[in-house]
């Protein structure tokens, strides 16, 4: 029955919401509850709030976080290119080199624009 293929994902997902629930009712019962001006202050963005949340933050941090992003997922097509390399042949390195000349461009574009400075 179609029925009985779903028990072992119904137990498994009862497990992790028993034990899930378990260990957030041990921290909670066991942890130390003392805290001061320093644990409460704002800390993710790396200086104090001086307005209130909805303040336009720098565009900066933005344009670092999206270039990080593009050239990491870049990078990953890397790796698998070098796994087969060598079944690839001439064809894939020529692709290969037209995606990194690419990459290349676009690394020195950002330099020569500044998105790289840090005021």
């Known amino acids: 029955m179609v029925a009985n293929q779903y028990v072992p994902i119904i ?3 009862l497990l992790a919401l028993i034990l899930g629930g378990v260990l957030v009712i ?3 019962v066991l942890g130390r509850h003392n805290p001061d001006s320093e644990k409460n ?4 963005c790396g200086f104090e709030a001086f307005e209130d949340a909805r303040i336009k933050f720098d565009v900066r941090y ?3 976080a999206i270039i990080f992003i ?3 997922l870049e990078i990953a ?3 698998p290119w070098a796994l087969v390399f060598k079944s690839l042949g001439l064809y894939g ?3 290969m080199t037209i995606f990194l000349m ?7 574009y950002i330099w020569k624009k500044g998105a790289l400075e840090w005021e």
């Open 102 to 108: 690419i990459l290349i461009a676009g690394f020195i």
């Open 77 to 79: 097509f890397l790796f």
């Open 70 to 72: 593009l050239f990491d």
């Open 11 to 13: 137990l498994f997902m």
């Open 93 to 95: 390195f020529i692709v």
């Open 41 to 44: 202050s704002p800390y993710e």
């Open 62 to 64: 933005y344009l670092i």
């Open 26 to 28: 041990a921290g909670r």
